[in-house]
């Protein structure tokens, strides 16, 4: 577990009456999951277990959440807000959220995934897919293809987005553009990065420039 934002003793528990309330956010997609609360003790067994545990209003005690659904959610990290009352937990979800098998209890995940969530998600499946390999999986026969056969599909996938983005309409374009995203996130895994790793670089580079703008 990364357990980011760790000064967690200036939670104000007083404000309401021993419990914080709880946003958990999916730690990859940024798909908001579900709201609970916690008191003290119920923070100390998420820490220590490493599954999420709120104080149940209702039962009026500790709730591991999946206990008995299974559909635990794994802790990843948490943060304390600003005014110290309220936490945000990062976590990845085994299973759907809701009691009602939706992945988020606000909805469907279209309706609440941020619009590039989807990125994320596609790059912990090449992740599995690369631990995992899986028979008759097309992203394991990449992988045992080797990089240079890899290699040889995101040249050759960059080439037909070019194509298309000169002869093509928007949807060839697209197309492409998706089969040249996958192929590349394959062959990042392949040499133990991801997506990710790129979405740092290109935020370094525009925290570099907008600093050299001003």
């Given at each position: 577990?990364?357990?980011?934002?760790?000064d967690?003793?200036?939670?104000?528990?007083?404000?309401?009456?021993?419990?914080?309330?709880?946003?958990?956010?999916?730690?990859?997609?940024?798909?908001?999951?579900?709201?609970?609360?916690?008191n003290?003790?119920?923070?100390?067994?998420t820490?220590?277990?490493?599954h999420?545990t709120?104080?149940?209003r209702?039962?009026?005690?500790?709730?591991?959440?999946?206990?008995?659904s299974?559909?635990?959610?794994?802790?990843?990290?948490?943060?304390?807000?600003?005014?110290?009352?309220?936490?945000?937990?990062?976590?990845?979800p085994?299973?759907?959220?809701?009691h009602?098998?939706?992945?988020?209890?606000?909805?469907?995940?279209?309706?609440?995934?941020?619009?590039?969530?989807?990125?994320?998600?596609?790059?912990a499946?090449?992740?599995?897919?690369?631990?995992?390999?899986?028979?008759?999986?097309?992203?394991?026969?990449?992988?045992?293809g080797g990089?240079?056969?890899?290699a040889?599909?995101?040249?050759?996938?960059?080439?037909?987005?070019?194509l298309?983005?000169?002869?093509?309409?928007?949807?060839a374009l697209?197309?492409?553009?998706?089969?040249?995203?996958y192929?590349?996130?394959?062959?990042?895994?392949?040499?133990?990065?991801?997506?990710?790793?790129v979405?740092?670089?290109?935020?370094a580079?525009?925290?570099?420039?907008?600093?050299?703008?001003?």
């Amino acid at each position: 577990m990364n357990t980011i934002n760790t000064d967690l003793t200036r939670i104000d528990w007083n404000k309401g009456d021993g419990l914080v309330p709880v946003i958990v956010q999916h730690w990859q997609s940024g798909e908001v999951l579900m709201l609970g609360y916690m008191n003290a003790d119920a923070l100390a067994k998420t820490l220590a277990s490493g599954h999420v545990t709120f104080f149940s209003r209702s039962k009026q005690r500790l709730w591991m959440k999946g206990e008995s659904s299974g559909h635990v959610l794994t802790l990843k990290s948490v943060r304390v807000d600003c005014d110290a009352d309220t936490l945000l937990v990062q976590a990845d979800p085994v299973g759907p959220t809701c009691h009602l098998l939706t992945s988020s209890c606000f909805g469907d995940r279209d309706a609440v995934r941020p619009p590039l969530g989807f990125l994320a998600e596609l790059d912990a499946l090449v992740e599995r897919r690369f631990a995992e390999r899986p028979e008759g999986s097309y992203t394991t026969r990449l992988f045992e293809g080797g990089i240079r056969r890899m290699a040889q599909k995101v040249g050759e996938e960059g080439v037909e987005v070019a194509l298309a983005a000169v002869a093509q309409d928007d949807d060839a374009l697209l197309g492409e553009s998706a089969d040249l995203i996958y192929h590349l996130s394959v062959a990042l895994r392949a040499r133990g990065l991801g997506l990710d790793d790129v979405a740092r670089v290109l935020e370094a580079r525009h925290v570099v420039r907008s600093s050299q703008e001003t």
